[in-house]
């Protein structure tokens, strides 16, 4: 079903809110859990979730040393969690040590491993800050690209992208790669801090599996006519 490619991310300060708007959105059934919420509840909000029968995109963009960042994959594996992001800056050995340490883990307790998905770049990071503020001499659609293709070297499942970038890590990463896309926002929603944007159906049609979308629909006075909007967009254009 078309709506099963929407992310809603659960962006609320605590776990009593989370199960708000879960029962709020009960047709929702993918929602990202990011660092404020995971914070704030540990692993009390994914335990809810699986309760619920509900997938779970464990967004903490893990970015350290192998050793450390292996150690927390290994961790969010236990949780049973469908996808889970890693920064690809964190390096090829950091890339390999998580993915072995997540799929040894699962294994052993017999569950399905987690998608580990690669951060390429925060989509809230425009060309002029790449260039300018992290001194990064590659054109951003290259930049992307590289960090996409180290991810798939090691045996990363997709990476994270702006839709401005899914057709070309589409075109040469293949179709088993897969694409989480941030930054969509409908025709009728404001941008917010993202920078590099499409609508849903642009995104669906780029290459992206995945569409996380949040404040338009969270943050909407009637979220969900909001929902049940995107879903009726992407029905009728896919």
């Not at 996808?83 to 997540?102: F, M, R, S, V, Y």
């Not at 075109?171 to 088993?176: A, L, R, S």
Request: contains cysteine.
């Amino acid at each position: 079903m078309t709506n099963n490619k929407i992310i809603v991310p659960l962006d609320v300060p605590d776990l009593q809110s989370a199960i708000v708007l879960v029962e709020k959105l009960d047709e929702v059934s993918f929602w990202k859990v990011g660092l404020e919420l995971f914070t704030a509840s540990g692993p009390q909000v994914l335990e809810y979730l699986k309760c619920k029968e509900k997938k779970i995109f464990l967004d903490l963009k893990f970015h350290d040393i192998p050793n450390t960042v292996a150690g927390a994959c290994r961790s969010a594996a236990r949780y049973g969690v469908d996808l889970l992001t890693i920064h690809a800056a964190a390096g090829k050995d950091a890339l390999k040590a998580a993915k072995e340490a997540a799929t040894e883990e699962a294994n052993k307790l017999s569950l399905q491993p987690p998608r580990l998905i690669a951060i390429s770049l925060l989509t809230s990071i425009s060309s002029r800050q790449l260039a300018f503020d992290l001194k990064i001499p590659l054109e951003l659609p290259e930049y992307v690209l590289q960090m996409a293709l180290m991810a798939k070297e090691v045996g990363l499942n997709g990476s994270v992208c702006s839709p401005q970038e899914a057709f070309q890590l589409r075109e040469v990463c293949g179709d088993d790669f897969l694409l989480v896309c941030p930054g969509v926002r409908p025709t009728w929603a404001d941008k917010d801090d993202q920078k590099r944007t499409f609508t849903p159906a642009q995104a669906i049609k780029a290459g992206a599996n995945y569409l996380v979308i949040g404040r338009p629909i969270t943050a909407s006075t009637e979220p969900i006519l909001a929902w049940e909007k995107i879903c009726a967009e992407l029905i009728t254009t896919t």
